[in-house]
């Protein structure tokens, strides 16, 4: 007979390999939230539908699955096995193809794997000496199931996100909402298209990541970018790089509609608003940093977007920078390897940033992707589809106006497609964007607008989603999980699906083998100041109207060329600005669409 301390050690053993495939479940949950088989594979049993077997058992196969394979041995189940310290992936993936099973995910914190395989399978892949345990994924539920957000699951639900991916209780206060599940409101179908709402299902939502807004500014008292507990705005930094800026609110509308795309959420308006809940970004958790680098009036040079980059860079571990957005283009073709603002975007990237740019809106025209940034490789580019009116990708088609094409260097451009018309997004009040198309606003909150701006941001959000879920990930993971085939959601073109992205453990990496902008010195990214026609900028606490009242923290910058002044003969982008059109939007007054 087993002793009563033999069977308390055998459950403390068990209670620790969960314990240690806690950061691997949140993954594996995504696909129970999902309604529909992803991996085309079926959910473990519900742990009442087997027979215990006797506790104290000392073998490394959990009990469990003991029992399965002695009723049931043909049962497919999701397990998910330990090896011994020293067992290398490679060896850990061979035996485990030597007894037929299917390996969907790699557990490295744990030197583990997740395996589906059948229930005699399990038992004998237990056998073998290089496995320390085999224990059944018990966290996933059965299709069919509660959802994550089910009230039922509340309480494992606080605890999972006190101590899993979330995080704990970051220094811009509480996680906020841990999954958003009611969505009766909803009006949109880009988030569907995505499929993030099965993320936001399982808690999934940006929370703790900051997302910076590189853009006209973005108005961050609004209620659509609170916190859950109405305590504070999530666009947690404010930092303003154009010289001629006046104030650190969006005047002019663009960045307010791109950090809606990103991160906004209607959940967080008052609950008798009539706007409640209709209209929720890809990552309505994320905080957002809000980089005004456009005067007043939406104008800005390519260098005041060098000097927002390099806040982010600058800053990146203060507020936990992992994704920039540019939703803007130069108006001077350039090389990668020369153009000046290419080699801030690769700055970024080098230093841990993932930067996601918007295509353009120049359609098949020649040159339609050769302007910084949308030429660079490192950066995610992003072309814009019509879902026309479903959120089903396979009736997705590209906008006509969206950029597409070769690069001067021969990159292929977009690396990737997202929903960019008729797309609804928080309203700056009182800004250009108000004034501009009366017919495109809903109600004095939202409006509708058309571009690879609306696309970029898209992208973004689904950044911050993984980001979440894999911290550890760098930006060339997180780009080669994006354009990954097994995470394609359509055949005919390259968009994604966010779950099938989230599930990736071991992602491929992307943008092996590039040549850097010959401004970055080393393999660390710095930018040769030297070999560049600006200085580094410095950075002090703003004061009077560029000091945003929403934040908490606001920046200004002492911004200025080497010597104080730019020579025009010596570079291309110091008389480069931006247009009403080329911030890359079109305004849509179109009453169907999302």
């Known amino acids: 007979m ?42 473990s049993p519900a742990a009442g539908s087997v027979t215990p077997a006797p506790a104290g058992s000392s073998a490394p196969l959990d009990p469990r699955i003991a029992s399965i394979a002695a009723h049931h041995p043909d049962q497919l189940l999701d397990t998910i096995v330990q090896f011994r310290a020293g067992v290398s992936p490679a060896r850990a993936r061979w035996d485990v193809s030597r007894i037929s099973g299917r390996v969907f995910g790699q557990l490295h914190i744990i030197n583990a794997l997740a395996v589906r395989l059948t229930a005699q399978r399990a038992r004998w892949l237990a056998a073998n000496p290089d496995v320390h345990a085999v224990s059944l994924n018990t966290v996933v539920t059965p299709e069919g199931g509660p959802l994550p957000g089910d009230p039922a699951q509340a309480d494992a639900g606080a605890r999972f996100d006190a101590r899993g991916p979330l995080g704990p209780r970051g220094p811009w206060g509480p996680p906020g909402r841990a999954r958003i599940s009611d969505l009766s409101q909803l009006q949109t179908t880009y ?158 990237w080098l230093h841990g940033i993932v930067v996601v740019a918007a295509a353009g809106n120049r359609g098949t025209a020649s040159d339609a992707v050769q302007f910084a940034p949308a030429n660079d490789p490192y950066a995610v580019t992003v072309g814009a589809v019509d879902e026309n009116g479903s959120s089903n990708p396979l009736q997705d088609t590209i906008a006509p106006w969206s950029s597409r094409g070769t690069t001067q260097d021969g990159f292929q451009k977009p690396d990737l497609y997202a929903p960019g018309a008729h797309i609804v997004s928080v309203l700056a009040p009182d800004s250009t964007f108000a004034h501009m198309c009366p017919a495109c606003l809903i109600g004095d909150s939202y409006i509708r607008t058309s571009g690879t701006s609306m696309a970029a941001p898209m992208i973004s959000g689904l950044v911050a989603d993984l980001l979440q879920l894999h911290p550890d990930w760098s930006p060339d993971q997180v780009k080669g999980a994006l354009l990954s085939p097994l995470a394609a959601s359509n055949p005919a073109l390259p968009e994604v699906d966010a779950v099938r992205a989230a599930v990736l453990f071991d992602p491929p990496l992307a943008d092996q083998g590039l040549t850097p902008n010959h401004l970055i010195s080393d393999a660390n990214g710095d930018i040769d100041y030297s070999q560049s026609s600006w200085s580094q900028s410095s950075w002090s606490q703003a004061t009077g109207p560029l000091s945003a009242s929403f934040a908490q923290s606001s920046w200004s910058c002492s911004c200025g060329a080497s010597g104080g002044a730019v020579d025009p003969s010596q570079s291309s982008w110091s008389t480069s600005s931006w247009s009403t059109s080329s911030w890359s939007t079109y305004f849509d007054d179109s009453s169907t669409g999302s």
Not at 2 to 25: K, P, Y
Request: aromatic share 4%.
């Open 2 to 43: 087993t002793s009563s301390s033999g069977t308390v050690v055998e459950r403390l053993r068990w209670m620790s390999v969960l314990v240690a495939a806690l950061a691997a479940s949140a993954c594996l949950a995504l696909v129970a939230t999902l309604g529909h088989d992803q991996l085309g594979a079926q959910s």
């Open 191 to 348: 988030d569907q298209t995505l499929g993030v709402t099965s993320l936001w299902r399982a808690g999934i939502t940006g929370t703790g990541v900051g997302v910076a807004v590189i853009d006209t500014g973005v108005d961050g008292q609004l209620p659509d970018f609170q916190s859950a507990d109405r305590q504070h705005s999530r666009v947690v930094v404010s930092a303003v790089t154009n010289p001629n800026a006046g104030t650190a609110l969006d005047t002019y509308g663009h960045g307010t509609d791109v950090a809606g795309i990103i991160a906004g959420n209607g959940l967080d308006r008052d609950p008798t608003d009539p706007l409640y809940g209709r209209y929720i970004g890809v990552a309505p958790n994320a905080n957002l940093i809000s980089i005004k680098a456009s005067d007043d009036s939406g104008r800005a040079t390519v260098l005041d977007v060098i000097y927002g980059l390099q806040f982010a860079v600058d800053h990146r571990a203060d507020y936990n920078i992992r994704v920039v957005n540019l939703s803007l283009d130069s108006t001077t073709p350039q090389s990668y390897t020369t153009d000046p603002l290419d080699a801030a975007v690769e700055s970024a």
